[in-house]
């Protein structure tokens, strides 16, 4: 595998045209490509492999290429503003990943949701897990060139980016969860519509699997290939769906439950093969279990008044005009007090399984307006290892399956 | 209340007739769809997407409201909104004086909201389209005239307005638009 000799600079660039790659001869029947970052089914990410022939001997994941330097920018502003600028780390994602900021400095503050605004950042939590995993579908879909995975999924995700520009006002960038509790109440009808969007998405789940997971030309394709054995997977540190998918259990909202994810009945689904058709029935049956916990959100929304979505702390300062407003409209205004918001000296950790895997959060504070340090360790950069050690010994021609089974998503991992 | 559990699942097995089985059934359902296919494509600009109350839009000042908190550019994490200083007459005395006002650069505006959710008088609202064209960089910082009417909404000139539902078969379906609906 290792050991060949690389002859950089001797031998002339291009030697073995690909169209999109760009490549040259490093030794003996040993070619190097370099595969995106200009997305030939790559995403804003290089992966670069050395094949023999048609066998790839060596891949290296080369990432980096958005990065934003979020860290560093969260700390040059003021608390509440590091929620819109996380946020951007994956919009599609949007609530699972500024989950655990609000709640690491709700740790920090000594405060926590009212119980309808846990119930309530579930509900989006759920609605932006389906949606992320539809639309890593779609890409999947269309790595494999079957164009009509591509549709489907990106069409249905259309169903759940609507019901959650009804419920925040924004079809991606919600800026949900802010500190102490959540933004807007669920507006009148809302859960109808989703009861009738999870009815749909269950038949919906049954059509995916005879046109795509099940169907014998794409199962040919996915079958075996990949496969990521249970200790590699322990041993790597990879996470989410991923991690489930090779047979060890870990789920953040089953190990560590936050928010009411201790409540609610649902499965945490544990496929045992952890090759690439494992992986898409892993979110498959996520799925699934999503819309199940959508189900009982519903329910409990229906049965409990509408309360405040705030925190005393915050909600009892509102003048009336505010309160009117959440009474008619279902708004929950911010008073002023966020913007001058001092959090506490002290350090906070907090985690959350996203779309992706476990998304972890280390906050501190030195008592200012602004965050001392915001450390973030995101799934898909956790996951990118698997490149690594998963292409050598597939052919050219399965790194598309694998790329799309793992559903790595650039942004979340550069930051 | 029942806590999460855990459940092993292993792939489907593929049965003797797999291949005859699965083609049979990917076919039918492509045939399902190619009779009876399911389409809400926005034809835009002859159609437009009504946007539901609440969307987060276009924001609009109303300067009677106005109490030049600046609460508004304080919480704007992406420094779109921005107090100026503009000098006037007070009505009662007569003096000079200068007041700082509230202007929006829509530039740098991502639409977060927090400007309208944290303005203590309602001074500040969204409207509910996006879809607003300007000729250059420079006309999207308002100034305090144009901060206060609202954006020129050219599709709803011309198009009709339709809106999006959730349908139990069909998922989202596109209907017209009926007056009056929030
Ligand atoms: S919507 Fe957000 S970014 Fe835009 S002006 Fe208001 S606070 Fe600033
Ligand atoms: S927060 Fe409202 S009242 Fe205060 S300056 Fe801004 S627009 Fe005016």
Request: glycine share 8%; proline share 7%; charged share 30%.
């Given at each position: 595998?290792?050991?060949?000799?690389?002859?950089?600079?001797?031998?002339?660039?291009?030697?073995?045209?690909?169209?999109?790659?760009?490549?040259?001869?490093?030794?003996?029947?040993?070619?190097?490509?370099?595969?995106?970052?200009?997305?030939?089914?790559?995403?804003?990410?290089?992966?670069?492999?050395?094949?023999?022939?048609?066998?790839?001997?060596?891949?290296?994941?080369?990432?980096?290429?958005?990065?934003?330097?979020?860290?560093?920018?969260?700390?040059?502003?003021?608390?509440?503003?590091?929620?819109?600028?996380?946020?951007?780390m994956a919009?599609?994602d949007?609530?699972n990943v500024?989950?655990p900021?609000?709640?690491?400095?709700?740790?920090?503050?000594?405060?926590?949701?009212?119980?309808?605004?846990?119930?309530?950042?579930?509900?989006?939590?759920?609605?932006?897990?389906?949606?992320a995993?539809?639309?890593?579908?779609?890409?999947?879909?269309?790595?494999?060139?079957?164009?009509?995975?591509?549709?489907?999924?990106?069409?249905?995700?259309?169903?759940?980016?609507?019901?959650?520009?009804?419920?925040?006002?924004?079809?991606?960038?919600?800026?949900?969860?802010?500190?102490?509790?959540?933004?807007?109440?669920?507006?009148?009808?809302?859960?109808?519509?989703?009861?009738?969007?999870?009815?749909?998405?269950?038949?919906?789940?049954?059509?995916?699997?005879?046109?795509?997971?099940?169907?014998?030309?794409?199962?040919?394709?996915?079958?075996?290939?990949?496969?990521?054995?249970?200790?590699?997977?322990?041993?790597?540190g990879i996470t989410g769906p991923n991690l489930?998918?090779?047979?060890?259990?870990y789920d953040v909202?089953?190990?560590?439950?936050?928010?009411?994810?201790?409540?609610?009945?649902?499965?945490?689904?544990?496929?045992?093969?952890?090759?690439?058709?494992?992986?898409?029935?892993?979110?498959?049956?996520?799925?699934?279990?999503?819309?199940?916990?959508?189900?009982?959100?519903?329910?409990?929304?229906?049965?409990?008044?509408?309360?405040?979505?705030?925190?005393?702390?915050?909600?009892?300062?509102?003048?009336?005009?505010?309160?009117?407003?959440?009474?008619?409209?279902?708004?929950?205004?911010?008073?002023?007090?966020?913007?001058?918001?001092?959090?506490?000296?002290?350090?906070?950790?907090?985690k959350a399984e996203t779309a992706r895997g476990e998304i972890t959060?280390?906050?501190?504070?030195?008592?200012?307006?602004?965050?001392?340090?915001?450390?973030i360790v995101s799934a898909s950069a956790r996951n990118a290892?698997v490149?690594?050690?998963?292409?050598?010994?597939?052919?050219?021609?399965?790194?598309?399956?694998?790329?799309?089974?793992i559903d790595y998503f650039?942004?979340e991992a550069?930051r | 209340?029942?806590?999460?559990?855990?459940?092993?699942?292993?792939?489907?097995?593929?049965?003797?007739?797999?291949?005859?089985?699965?083609?049979?059934?990917?076919?039918?359902?492509?045939?399902?769809?190619?009779?009876?296919?399911?389409?809400?494509?926005?034809?835009?600009?002859?159609?437009?997407?009504?946007?539901?109350?609440?969307?987060?839009?276009?924001?609009?000042?109303?300067?009677?409201?106005?109490?030049?908190?600046?609460?508004?550019?304080?919480?704007?994490?992406?420094?779109?909104?921005?107090?100026?200083?503009?000098?006037?007459?007070?009505?009662?005395?007569?003096?000079?004086?200068?007041?700082?006002?509230?202007?929006?650069?829509?530039?740098?505006?991502?639409?977060?909201?927090?400007?309208?959710?944290?303005?203590?008088?309602?001074?500040?609202?969204?409207?509910?389209?996006?879809?607003?064209?300007?000729?250059?960089?420079?006309?999207?910082?308002?100034?305090?005239?144009?901060?206060?009417?609202?954006?020129?909404?050219?599709?709803?000139?011309?198009?009709?307005?339709?809106?999006?539902?959730?349908?139990?078969?069909?998922?989202?379906?596109?209907?017209?638009?009926?007056?009056?609906?929030?």
């Amino acid at each position: 595998m290792s050991g060949f000799v690389s002859t950089r600079g001797q031998v002339g660039f291009n030697d073995l045209k690909i169209p999109g790659a760009w490549s040259r001869k490093i030794g003996k029947d040993l070619y190097e490509v370099f595969i995106g970052p200009q997305h030939p089914g790559s995403g804003h990410m290089r992966i670069i492999i050395r094949i023999d022939g048609d066998v790839i001997v060596e891949a290296d994941p080369d990432m980096g290429y958005v990065h934003r330097t979020m860290e560093k920018l969260g700390e040059g502003r003021e608390w509440i503003k590091g929620i819109p600028l996380y946020e951007r780390m994956a919009i599609h994602d949007a609530c699972n990943v500024t989950l655990p900021y609000v709640r690491a400095v709700e740790q920090l503050l000594g405060i926590e949701a009212p119980l309808r605004a846990k119930y309530l950042r579930v509900l989006l939590c759920e609605i932006n897990r389906i949606a992320a995993y539809l639309y890593g579908f779609g890409i999947f879909g269309v790595f494999v060139g079957h164009s009509t995975m591509y549709m489907w999924p990106f069409g249905d995700r259309e169903v759940w980016i609507e019901l959650a520009d009804w419920l925040t006002g924004a079809r991606l960038t919600h800026s949900y969860p802010v500190f102490g509790g959540v933004r807007r109440d669920v507006p009148a009808d809302f859960t109808n519509q989703l009861r009738k969007a999870i009815r749909y998405m269950r038949k919906r789940l049954e059509e995916y699997r005879k046109i795509y997971v099940d169907n014998p030309v794409i199962r040919a394709r996915l079958e075996d290939v990949g496969v990521i054995p249970k200790n590699l997977a322990i041993e790597l540190g990879i996470t989410g769906p991923n991690l489930r998918a090779s047979g060890v259990l870990y789920d953040v909202r089953y190990n560590d439950p936050y928010e009411v994810y201790d409540e609610l009945d649902f499965e945490i689904p544990v496929f045992q093969e952890g090759d690439a058709l494992a992986r898409v029935w892993q979110r498959v049956e996520e799925i699934k279990q999503s819309l199940r916990i959508l189900e009982q959100v519903a329910d409990w929304l229906d049965k409990h008044p509408r309360e405040p979505i705030l925190h005393d702390r915050f909600w009892k300062t509102a003048p009336p005009l505010h309160k009117k407003i959440f009474e008619t409209e279902g708004r929950a205004k911010l008073v002023p007090l966020y913007a001058l918001l001092k959090v506490p000296k002290g350090k906070a950790y907090a985690k959350a399984e996203t779309a992706r895997g476990e998304i972890t959060y280390y906050v501190e504070s030195d008592g200012g307006q602004k965050p001392y340090r915001v450390r973030i360790v995101s799934a898909s950069a956790r996951n990118a290892i698997v490149f690594k050690y998963i292409l050598p010994g597939h052919r050219v021609m399965d790194l598309p399956t694998i790329y799309g089974s793992i559903d790595y998503f650039p942004p979340e991992a550069d930051r | 209340m029942v806590p999460p559990k855990p459940v092993p699942k292993t792939k489907p097995r593929r049965g003797i007739f797999h291949a005859f089985k699965g083609n049979l059934e990917a076919l039918m359902i492509g045939v399902k769809y190619f009779i009876d296919p399911k389409r809400f494509t926005l034809i835009y600009p002859k159609e437009y997407n009504k946007l539901r109350e609440g969307y987060r839009g276009f924001i609009v000042l109303i300067k009677q409201k106005c109490i030049n908190c600046a609460s508004c550019a304080r919480i704007c994490p992406a420094a779109a909104m921005k107090m100026i200083r503009i000098p006037e007459v007070d009505e009662k005395t007569g003096k000079q004086k200068v007041k700082n006002w509230p202007v929006i650069d829509y530039r740098r505006c991502i639409f977060c909201g927090y400007c309208v959710d944290v303005c203590p008088t309602e001074a500040l609202y969204h409207v509910p389209y996006h879809d607003v064209v300007y000729q250059n960089m420079a006309e999207m910082y308002l100034d305090l005239e144009s901060f206060q009417k609202p954006p020129e909404y050219k599709a709803a000139e011309e198009g009709i307005p339709v809106r999006y539902i959730v349908d139990e078969e069909r998922g989202l379906v596109k209907v017209p638009y009926k007056e009056g609906e929030k």
